[in-house]
């Protein structure tokens, strides 16, 4: 096979791994359920639905 060079290939490993999106746990948790409670402060209501056109979150696509 033959290997050329791409967009990533002058990147660090932290920098790719930002890129990949993923963040990870700072430790194990015990099995205990996601803290649900977090998430509802100030008990706002939320929409029926959502046109993430209109919040500019739909971009066109990249390579």
């Given at each position: 096979?033959?290997?050329?060079?791409?967009?990533?290939?002058?990147?660090?490993?932290?920098?790719?791994?930002?890129l990949?999106?993923r963040?990870?746990?700072?430790?194990?948790?015990?099995?205990?359920p996601?803290?649900?409670?977090?998430?509802?402060?100030d008990?706002?209501?939320?929409?029926?639905?959502?046109?993430?056109?209109?919040?500019?979150?739909?971009?066109?696509?990249?390579?």
């Open positions: 096979y033959t290997m050329k060079l791409n967009k990533f290939a002058d990147r660090s490993d932290d920098e790719l791994r930002v990949r999106g963040r990870y746990a700072k430790g194990y948790n015990g099995g205990l996601f803290p649900v409670e977090e998430l509802t402060k008990n706002q209501a939320v929409p029926e639905s959502i046109d993430w056109r209109i919040m500019g979150a739909v971009t066109p696509v990249k390579d």
